[in-house]
């Protein structure tokens, strides 16, 4: 049997990056769909992986796309014939969707069932994992399960709560290997500036370093449940190597607000968070999730994957990663 082929969209991002190296590392082919209209540079954070075109034994690919084109999906995928595919295509910042409704739903909603449809119209024999998220519980109380009755509050949440039933139901209705990994907040210092974690450690750096005084945040109340990201894809990974097509929460069963994070990450690097943290309105959202907090005892006891970073060492994790990055741009 040949090597494993995977196709993920999303490649660029900070989940489709951990994912292209882990699958690498695995002896994968593996095909990444990039938005011809990304800014340049967008691929930096597969700069360590990507290798020159013409480079022999090159295993990874980048075509140009987007899953709002039905017809390109349908092409590529029959073209690729993908083993595994990992849907992360979407517009992900909760609070960022509230401005661009329309758009999230596009792309995080419509463009999950464009791929699923495209997977079936090709009539390859694919397995899928759908990146869902904690947003789909909204204000259902914590800590969250598989079982959990889902309350999004924001259009993404409501976006990503589309993707999730439409890849059950190309599961039950066309016998589809589909699976959604109902991801809690995870991070590294591959996550976006705009997200408020690696805002946080992004400013201590530079803080710190002298370049700023303080930072602005919105409410500081809000408990999330706070992960590594490359352990996250390894789970993601997991999911599509079992016998049956299942859906799982991928959390710590660990939840920290974020005035505590903000508090840890300060204190890695000897300050004080409230000598440079203020609030800021325009940053609340307007419905609020106050509490996400994930019960992985379902993934735990049936794959046996496990979080082994917490929410402080992450944080000091990221701080350091900011640290150096700031260092080597300095030089």
Not at 72 to 92: C, G, H, K, W
Not at 207 to 220: C, P, S
Not at 270 to 278: F, I, K, L, N
Request: net charge negative.
């Amino acid at each position: 049997m040949g090597a494993k082929v995977a196709l993920i969209t999303g490649i660029t991002g900070q989940d489709g990056s951990y994912l292209a190296e882990l699958l690498l590392g695995k002896g994968y082919e593996v095909h990444g769909i990039v938005r011809r209209s990304s800014h340049i540079g967008n691929t930096s954070r597969l700069d360590a992986i990507y290798q020159d075109p013409h480079e022999s034994g090159r295993r990874l690919f980048l075509h140009y796309g987007d899953v709002t084109d039905a017809g390109l999906m349908v092409n590529l995928i029959r073209d690729i014939t993908p083993t595994e595919v990992y849907n992360f295509a979407a517009q992900s910042h909760v609070r960022v969707s509230f401005d661009l409704p329309d758009y999230t739903a596009n792309v995080t909603a419509l463009g999950a069932i464009r791929l699923l449809e495209a997977i079936r119209a090709a009539r390859i024999d694919a397995r899928v994992f759908q990146a869902s998220t904690s947003e789909l519980y909204g204000t259902t109380p914590a800590p969250q399960s598989e079982l959990t009755p889902f309350h999004p509050r924001s259009p993404y949440g409501v976006a990503k709560l589309y993707a999730y039933w439409s890849a059950v139901n190309y599961r039950e209705a066309f016998d589809l290997f589909a699976c959604n990994g109902i991801a809690f907040n995870h991070e590294s210092p591959r996550r976006g500036e705009t997200f408020v974690t690696r805002k946080i450690t992004r400013a201590v750096a530079r803080i710190e370093a002298g370049l700023e005084k303080r930072v602005y945040l919105g409410n500081m109340q809000a408990v999330r449940d706070w992960g590594y990201a490359p352990e996250y894809v390894e789970a993601m990974w997991r999911m599509l190597q079992q016998d049956r097509p299942d859906d799982y929460v991928i959390a710590t069963g660990q939840g920290a607000s974020v005035e505590q994070f903000c508090a840890a990450a300060f204190a890695h690097a000897g300050m004080d968070w409230r000598d440079h943290v203020e609030y800021d309105a325009r940053y609340e959202r307007p419905a609020e999730v106050p509490h996400l907090i994930g019960d992985p005892s379902k993934i735990e006891a049936a794959i046996g994957w496990r979080a082994h970073t917490n929410w402080e060492a992450l944080a000091a994790l990221m701080v350091d990663a900011d640290r150096q990055a700031l260092a080597q741009n300095r030089e």
